[in-house]
Each structure stands twice: as C-alpha cells, then as structure tokens.
C-alpha cells in the first residue's frame, strides 16, 4: 500500500478483478481526503473525495473508505479495467492549511491491469 | 472548457538561465497552486495563491518565484536554473475556501535542466 515516502508501490491485478489501494494518512486532524489518478504524461484527474465525518462514500465503480483510529484511507475499483493502469494518489488537506485547502500527496501506487 | 492550461509542455535549459511556466484557468477559481513531481514521490507544493494579490510559499519554495497576474493567470519563474529542478511541474486551481478543497490540474512542464 501507499504511505509518505520514497517507494512507489506496484499492484497487479488481472482485469476484470477488484483492485484495493491503500494509503496511510500522518495527520489525525485532517478533515478531507481525496484520490487522484494520474496517467503516463497526463496530470492528476480527481477520482472520488471523502470528509471525515463519513467512514465510506462510493463513486461509479470506485468506493473510498476512511479509518480514522489507525489514520488509513482505501480506494477500491471494481472490475478492474486496462484503462484503469495508472498511478494513484491519496492526499490530506493540512489541517492548519484553513481556508488555503492545501493538500499534502502521498507518493502514489501503480496499478497494473493485466489482460 | 479548457479548465487549466500550462505553457510551455517540455523545456530544456542550461545551468543558470531563467524562465516562466506560464498557467491559467478559466473556471473562475480564486485559489492556484504549483508543484513540482519528482520520480518515486509525490506532488510537493512550491507556491499557492490564495486569491487573486496573494502569494505564499508552500513546501520547496527557493529558487522560485510566482506571481498572479491576474485571478486567471499564475506564473511560476526560475531565475537562475539548477540541474535539481529538473521535475515535472503541475499547476493546478481551486475554487477555494472552506468546502471547496478539490484541485484540478493541467497536463503539467517537463523541465530538464543540464
């Protein structure tokens, strides 16, 4: 899974199978989260948000879970698809960021969708 | 709906030369932001504005600088380029303040300083 580091972790996953992304989050106070997809040479394209005042919110095909005791947060793609291959990014708005919403990027997971 | 636009896509530069990614969006967004995104790491914050005549310094800020022309345009200028800010750079936008924390970003600067 993704956490704050140097690594870029890969997940494989055989088409048509559900994928888990994971990401661990480092600040208890942080009130939103949000999952990026990037694609090769593409810029980050928004997936799916969540607030802390909800433990699950589902989008089409993608749900995001939020465990706020161990600080983790989780993006699961149903029926996986090729075109789903990408890097994924979690990010915590900064908690002392207010109205300025700046959000603090994990390093990303590569997803890999096997045909 | 073009959303944010960045200029230009690649740029090679020598050691000390200077020059300005240019951004703008036309969704009316009153915050803007630029990261840079090196290889194995995440998006990392250089400079945002807030709202239009406001700039502050996020994560990596020196050997940057920005200005927000106007509340669509927020330009970022390299002064005297390093080979250590070969990177990716994204500008992106918000609408901004409370409830309004989504980014969307542009296809990003390819930068590679020898």
């Known amino acids: 899974g993704e956490s704050v580091g140097l690594h870029l972790p890969t997940l494989s996953v055989q088409e048509g199978d559900n994928s888990i992304i994971n990401c661990a989050y480092s600040?208890?106070?942080?009130?939103?989260f949000i999952w990026y997809k990037q694609e090769s040479g593409k810029g980050p394209q928004f997936i799916i948000d969540?607030?802390?005042?909800?433990d699950k919110r589902q989008g089409q095909r993608v749900t995001v879970l939020l465990n706020k005791t161990v600080k983790h947060l989780s993006l699961q793609i149903a029926a996986t698809q090729p075109g789903d291959s990408a890097v994924y990014f979690c990010a915590e708005k900064a908690p002392w960021s207010g109205a300025t919403n700046k959000l603090i990027f994990g390093t990303g997971t590569l997803l890999a969708v096997q045909p | 709906n073009a959303g944010v636009t960045q200029t230009p896509k690649f740029q090679v530069l020598k050691t000390g030369q200077s020059m300005t990614l240019q951004c703008a969006q036309d969704?009316?967004?009153?915050?803007m932001y630029w990261y840079r995104q090196d290889p194995g790491m995440g998006l990392r914050l250089i400079y945002y504005s807030a709202s239009e005549g406001t700039t502050d310094k996020g994560e990596v800020p020196n050997g940057y600088n920005v200005s927000r022309l106007n509340k669509r345009e927020f330009s970022l200028r390299l002064e005297s380029a390093a080979p250590s800010q070969t990177s990716v750079y994204f500008c992106?936008?918000?609408?901004?303040?409370?409830?309004?924390?989504?980014?969307?970003f542009g296809s990003g600067t390819q930068l590679s300083v020898l």
């Open positions: 969540i607030r802390s005042n909800m």
């Open positions: 969704m009316n967004h009153n915050s």
């Open positions: 992106a936008s918000s609408a901004g303040g409370a409830g309004n924390e989504k980014l969307f």
């Open positions: 600040n208890s106070a942080s009130d939103y």
